[in-house]
């Protein structure tokens, strides 16, 4: 991970771009990783913790009709916290993860591992869906190794 977020930094910085991070799932992180960085000072903006659907909808604008209708844990609701991050941080790039971490708290239609991630800056937005296998640990490592990812995708060719 520390390879990918030097490329991240390296890219922000030539680029004069911040990024905003939105968690659920990971409970901060992603957030965590990027300040394990020297220098992140000089691209990292703000991150969310956003936990509860009550915390989505009130630091990062998702609508309750949209948390009704597909549940914290989808596409849907991860391209809506990282399109709220950029309500408040328009010039910056933003990341989100939702997702089942477990052990507990899956279902046959979302099960344990199942992770959305989000990336939007400025009129760009792409996510993905990933069922990661292992231990609540395990998953949450994967998605923050996949949201810095993401992120790099996002920026790729700037």
Not at 33 to 46: K, M, Q, R
Not at 76 to 100: C, H, Y
Not at 107 to 112: N, Q
Request: glycine share 12%; charged share 20%.
């Amino acid at each position: 991970m520390g390879a990918k977020l030097k490329q991240l930094s390296e890219i922000l910085l030539t680029n004069h771009i911040k990024l905003v991070t939105v968690e659920s799932c990971t409970g901060g992180w992603v957030g965590k990783a990027i300040t394990d960085l020297v220098g992140c000072s000089g691209w990292y903006e703000a991150g969310f913790i956003t936990y509860s659907n009550e915390a989505k909808i009130k630091l990062v604008n998702v609508s309750p009709e949209l948390l009704d209708c597909y549940g914290a844990v989808s596409i849907q609701v991860a391209e809506a916290m990282a399109q709220g991050a950029l309500v408040k941080f328009s010039d910056a790039v933003s990341v989100s993860v939702t997702g089942v971490a477990g052990p507990g708290g899956g279902s046959e239609e979302k099960p344990v591992g199942m992770v959305c991630i989000a990336c939007c800056y400025q009129d760009i937005l792409i996510s993905k869906r990933f069922n990661f296998k292992g231990d609540r640990e395990q998953v949450r490592r994967q998605t923050v190794e996949e949201a810095i990812g993401l992120v790099l995708e996002l920026l790729d060719g700037l």
